[in-house]
T-cell receptor, first 115, second 110 residues
Framework: EAQVTQNPRYLITVTGKKLTVTCSQNMNHEYMSWYRQDPGLGLRQIYYSMNVEVTDKGDVPEGYKVSRKEKRNFPLILESPSPNQTSLYFC??????????????FGPGTRLTVL | GDSVTQMEGPVTLSEEAFLTINCTYTATGYPSLFWYVQYPGEGLQLLLKATKADDKGSNKGFEATYRKETTSFHLEKGSVQVSDSAVYFCARGSQGNLIFGKGTKLSVKP
C-alpha cells in the first residue's frame, strides 16, 4: 500500500531534550516536506527536499533541522525543543514534475507537546 | 509572494444543503490547484485538483473549476452529508512546494 508513515504519532517532551520525528514513504517520490499545523494559521512549511542530499528552508525553519540521506526517509530534528514548537506536524511526499510539485501525499501526523 | 485566500469558517450547514467554499490564489505563473480535506484526527487527503485553466476537478460529489480570469478555485457540492464534516484546504502549486490556505471547517448537522 502506498503510504507516508510518521513516528511517533504522539510525543510529550520537555524543553531542551533533543528529539527526532521520522518520516518514510514507499512511493519513490523525489519531493518530501514537513509542515506544522496550528489553529488559525493553517499549514506552514518547515523544510522541504527535492531529492537526496537536497534540502531547503520553508516558511518557518527556525529551530528545526532535516536530512535526506535516502530517498524514502526525511527525518525532522528538534535539537532543543521549546514550548512554541508544540504543534501538529505533517510529513508529505510527491513526485516532482517540470511544472513543480505534484499531488502531495500526507502522513497521519505527529502531535508534539513541549513542556 | 504567492498566496491562497479561502473563506474563513466555521461553516455550519444542514444535511442536503448546498456548499460553496471560496478560494482565490495569486496569479504568478500557471499553478496547479488543489483541494485537500482533513477529517477529524487524520492527515490531509487530496480531494480534487485541476492543472490548467477551465479544468474541472471532481470527486465524491465535490467540484471545483480553475478560473484563470478570476484567479479562483471555489469548492462546491450540491448536497452535503454529515460525513462531509471536516476541514477543507485550498492549495496552489509552486515550484518548490504547495501553498495552503488557512482552512475552512465545515460542520454538517443532521
Amino acid at each position: 500500500e502506498a503510504q507516508v508513515t510518521q513516528n511517533p504519532r504522539y510525543l510529550i517532551t520537555v524543553t531542551g531534550k533533543k528529539l527526532t520525528v521520522t518520516c518514510s514513504q514507499n512511493m519513490n517520490h523525489e519531493y518530501m516536506s514537513w509542515y506544522r499545523q496550528d489553529p488559525g494559521l493553517g499549514l506552514r512549511q518547515i523544510y522541504y527536499s527535492m531529492n537526496v542530499e537536497v534540502t531547503d528552508k520553508g516558511d518557518v525553519p527556525e529551530g528545526y533541522k532535516v536530512s535526506r540521506k535516502e530517498k524514502r526517509n526525511f527525518p525532522l530534528i528538534l535539537e532543543s525543543p521549546s514550548p512554541n514548537q508544540t504543534s501538529l506536524y505533517f510529513c508529505a511526499s510527491s513526485l516532482f514534475r517540470d511544472r513543480g510539485v505534484d499531488t502531495q501525499y500526507f502522513g497521519p501526523g505527529t502531535r508534539l507537546t513541549v513542556l | 509572494g504567492d498566496s491562497v485566500t479561502q473563506m474563513e469558517g466555521p461553516v455550519t450547514l444542514s444535511e442536503e444543503a448546498f456548499l460553496t467554499i471560496n478560494c482565490t490564489y495569486t496569479a504568478t505563473g500557471y499553478p496547479s490547484l488543489f483541494w485537500y480535506v482533513q477529517y477529524p484526527g487524520e492527515g490531509l487527503q487530496l480531494l480534487l485538483k485541476a492543472t490548467k485553466a477551465d479544468d474541472k476537478g471532481s470527486n465524491k460529489g465535490f467540484e471545483a473549476t480553475y478560473r484563470k480570469e478570476t484567479t479562483s478555485f471555489h469548492l462546491e457540492k450540491g448536497s452535503v452529508q454529515v460525513s462531509d464534516s471536516a476541514v477543507y484546504f485550498c492549495a496552489r502549486g509552486s515550484q518548490g512546494n504547495l501553498i495552503f490556505g488557512k482552512g475552512t471547517k465545515l460542520s454538517v448537522k443532521p
